[in-house]
């Protein structure tokens, strides 16, 4: 069973900048589907950041398109989602998710990962 542990949250002002990595001690993540969610006060959980590293494909859902970017370090073992220009609406608990490994899915979106494991989450809240 693996477990993504998610680090990097915190409290910042509204128009700051988070990183939030994702790492499974040990493991690499290499061709895997990598997925950020978010779950904030009373809203349902959402994908908002989901990269495919078995093909290639990411997907941003609109309202973080262009002010958040996910990448992975180079040795593959940790990936991040590096977050601009936050707002409060951005306040969340983050939540990465691993999914299948080496899979080709179009049209690619959070929706297709094949999500298995789940992180316990990252509190970000964006003051304003």
């Known amino acids: 069973q693996l477990q993504p542990v998610e680090s990097g949250g915190g409290v910042v002002q509204s128009g700051g900048s988070l990183r939030l990595s994702c790492a499974v001690d040990?493991?690499?993540?290499?061709?895997?589907?990598i997925g950020w969610f978010r779950q904030g006060p009373g809203k349902e959980r959402e994908g908002i950041a989901c990269?495919?590293?078995?093909?290639?494909?990411?997907y941003y859902e609109d309202s973080v398109d262009g002010r958040f970017r996910i990448s992975r370090d180079v040795s593959k073992t940790k990936v991040y989602l590096q977050m601009n220009d936050l707002n409060p609406d951005d306040t969340a608990v983050y939540i990465c998710?691993?999914?299948?490994?080496?899979?080709?899915?179009?049209?690619?979106?959070?929706?297709?990962?094949?999500?298995?494991?789940w992180g316990q989450g990252t509190q970000v809240t964006v003051s304003s």
């Open positions: 998710a691993i999914g299948g490994r080496n899979n080709v899915v179009l049209p690619w979106n959070c929706d297709r990962g094949g999500w298995r494991y």
């Open positions: 040990g493991f690499s993540l290499d061709g895997y589907a």
């Open positions: 990269k495919n590293y078995g093909d290639g494909m990411v």
